[in-house]
């Protein structure tokens, strides 16, 4: 019958399965852990922020007890990798010196995420003068190379976590606050942005609740990417013996104390740099996962 | 064209003259009386509190803050950057020194950067997937996850002490023994380049990628042109436009470098300068390396701005 007609052509649409849909966070997951570099550097991120938390069970002897009479012993069964000059094992020092490393890294993206959001996030939304002498100010502060930057600031307060943080982070804020910044002024222009503000909410409540929100994705990548760097630049820093104070371990002071013993114990400068290598590596690579998967163009694809 | 460049030069003049105020404030807020410093301990503990007021007088450091900044402005642009108290004399002199040793071996890394980085990250996106952009890629992680001073540490045991090959230190300038110098120089250069190289391949890869997959690409393949014309005629152009900016803060991470590099092989440049007066607390050192390398670094940026100006017409009138 004419009127028993329907539109979808005589299919019985009851009858048929939905395609499954994808999530945005399976669709994350299939990008992220699609090559398999991007996986090794998890495991070995992982594996170096277990090492780190749990290093008094992990490590076989007490990083800063020395043996005198073993100094400078060459790798063997009882010290995996020798000792250095003062007896103490060179593998427990590694182990406890990722703790060093990864705070000051952690720490340092903190100060500079924190401070370089707030910065773009007032900077991009008010704009005009705002924006110029921020943006300045920025700019300013980006000509100071990060690793000068922290040995003049370090140097000054003295030695010593905090300090190292707040060096090392404030030579890391200019790329953040530079991205926030952009990526405000493009979460501004959106309607729902304008439909807040016909609501009549304040700014404050537009910022955190709108656009912060928005924002987010290219700053976790951005993050990610910057580890790295912040661990290297821990580690030149305490290289040059402005970083962490002796005795606690720190990667870059046993490269240098190895310096010494290069022709007879190379194990003391090369194992600690190899740490950091891996360490670093293990953190790009997430990085760079992180950055395919958070890829807007890919959104709803796949 | 000339509008652009004069907003940029007046947006650059600003930005200095925030460096200033940066490394002054940075500088003048260390914990610590500078009058200690320049005293010494004998001077300090039989000077009466007159005598210490007079050499605080002397210096300029009993005026208020805005007034000390305005002096030490108006010294700077006559080349007076202060005295040096390990060396003894005028910190220019000491800094003009060490400028052309690290602007040497800078430039080279810089150079490098972009002749061997560039090619190789271009190579790695037009022959995406390929073996040669699977080593290419895995150099350029590679470059950027050595730690700069541990290279220079395995490198100088390698060809220094096992082989042989190369001096494990020192440095000479290529005007008085060039053979000498190019031997010593080797090594911190290749250290210097390695992470400009490796990050230059990552950033041109990255871009040159998403050229490459823009329609007009497409377009110029369907019209049936060459790979080669493609690449330079159409997608390098567009695809350099972001690397050329970051090319500008390349710059500042070269110097850093220079600090770590400097360092490892005894290189009499300004980043040692900078570790050495830091440890032995000669502020006014540390004070004029940092203000002239950060303006080095505005200035690049200025010329950087100015040339993607030139290839982005899209930027001149924004």
């Known amino acids: 019958m004419a009127m028993e007609e329907t539109v979808d052509g005589g299919v019985d649409v009851g009858a048929m399965e939905m395609p499954p849909r994808h999530s945005e966070f399976q669709r994350f997951c299939s990008v992220f852990f699609s090559r398999w570099l991007v996986i090794v550097g998890l495991v070995i991120t992982v594996a170096a922020i277990l090492l780190a938390v749990c290093a008094p069970i992990m490590s076989p002897y007490d990083p800063n007890k020395q043996d005198l009479e073993q100094r400078l012993s060459q790798p063997s069964r009882e010290h995996m990798l020798g000792t250095d000059a003062l007896g103490r094992d060179t593998l427990s020092r590694i182990i406890y010196g990722s703790r060093a490393s990864l705070m000051v890294a952690v720490g340092a ?194 | 064209m000339s509008g652009f460049i004069i907003r940029r030069l007046i947006q650059t003049v600003f930005v200095l003259i925030l460096v200033t105020l940066i490394v002054f404030i940075v500088m003048r807020f260390l914990p610590g009386d500078p009058i200690l410093l320049y005293l010494s301990e004998d001077q300090v503990r039989n000077f009466t509190p007159q005598q210490i007021a007079e050499v605080r007088h002397r210096f300029g450091l009993d005026n208020p803050i805005m007034v000390q900044y305005v002096d030490w402005i108006h010294g700077i642009s006559h080349g007076d950057l202060g005295i040096s108290m390990s060396y003894r004399i005028p910190v220019w002199e000491e800094v003009s020194r060490r400028v052309p040793i690290t602007f040497y071996l800078g430039s080279i890394a810089f150079v490098a950067s972009i002749i061997i980085g560039i090619p190789m990250g271009l190579v790695a996106a037009v022959r995406r997937g390929k073996w040669s952009d699977t080593v290419a890629t895995l150099l350029a992680n590679l470059g950027i996850t050595v730690p700069v001073f541990w290279l220079g540490i395995l490198m100088i045991y390698l060809f220094g002490l096992h082989l042989r090959w190369l001096p494990t230190f020192g440095y000479t300038s290529p005007i008085d023994n060039f053979w000498l110098s190019a031997r010593q120089a080797i090594m911190p250069v290749i250290c210097l380049s390695v992470f400009a190289i490796a990050s230059s391949a ?106 993607y100006g030139w290839l982005d017409p899209r930027i001149r009138y924004g």
């Open chain 1, 109 to 302: 993206l903190f100060v500079a995420t924190l401070i370089g959001v707030v910065m773009g996030l007032i900077a991009g939304y008010f704009g005009g003068i705002v924006y110029m002498f921020i943006m300045r100010f920025i700019d300013a502060l980006m000509a100071f190379p990060p690793i000068l930057l922290a040995l003049v600031i370090a140097g000054l307060l003295g030695g010593g976590l905090t300090n190292i943080v707040l060096a090392l982070g404030v030579g890391l804020i200019p790329s953040f606050a530079r991205l926030m910044c952009a990526q405000v002024l493009s979460v501004k222009e959106n309607d729902y942005v304008m439909a807040a503000h016909a609501m009549g909410a304040s700014n404050q409540r537009i910022m955190l609740l709108h656009i912060v929100p928005n924002s987010f994705p290219p700053l976790i990548v951005q993050v990610s990417l910057w580890v790295g760097f912040a661990i290297l630049a821990e580690a030149g820093l305490s290289f040059l013996g402005v970083g962490i104070q002796p005795p606690t371990a720190a990667w870059g002071a046993m490269v240098n104390d190895g310096y010494k013993y290069l022709l007879t114990n190379p194990v003391l400068s090369f194992a600690p740099g190899g740490a950091i290598m891996l360490v670093v590596f293990g953190f790009n690579m997430i990085g760079d996962g992180l950055r395919d998967a958070l890829d807007p163009r890919l959104r709803g694809k796949l």
């Open chain 2, 202 to 307: 990552r950033q041109t890869r990255s871009a040159m990628l998403e050229v490459i997959q823009q329609d007009y690409i497409r377009t110029a393949w369907a019209k049936g042109l060459k790979e080669q014309v493609i690449i330079f005629r159409h997608a390098l152009k567009n695809g350099l436009i972001p690397v050329v900016t970051l090319k500008g803060i390349s710059l500042r991470n070269i110097f850093g470098g220079s600090v770590l590099v400097e360092t490892v092989f005894n290189v009499p440049g300004m980043g040692r300068l900078a570790v050495d007066a830091m440890m032995s607390r000669d502020y006014a050192i540390v004070q004029g390396v940092i203000l002239i390398i950060a303006v080095v670094v505005c200035l690049a940026n200025l010329i950087v701005d100015i040339s």
